[in-house]
């Protein structure tokens, strides 16, 4: 059995990382959409350490996009190299 990854092995693994990333922009969104709004039992004031962490997620978010889209272009291009 051969180590050789074949193109529809990797057409499948860029698949999985388009659809992670979508998944990654939607999740994203919805926190941006988020930002800002009073929850039920709110008073108009959201917490330091709320905001803080809601930030810090999006970034990460924004970071993981970072890394998955690298992987993305280094699939497209091994595919190339086969076809």
């Given at each position: 059995m051969s180590d050789e990854i074949t193109a529809d092995q990797l057409?499948?693994?860029l698949k999985d990382v388009e659809a992670e990333i979508a998944e990654l922009?939607?999740?994203g969104g919805d926190a941006q959409a988020r930002r800002g709004?009073?929850?039920d039992t709110s008073e108009g004031y959201i917490?330091?350490?709320e905001i803080a962490t809601t930030l810090?997620?999006?970034a990460e978010n924004d970071?993981?996009?970072d890394t998955l889209e690298?992987?993305?272009e280094r699939i497209q291009e091994k595919i190339k190299n086969l076809g």
């Open positions: 057409r499948q693994e922009r939607r999740v709004q009073d929850t917490e330091p350490e810090t997620g999006i970071a993981i996009i690298q992987r993305r």
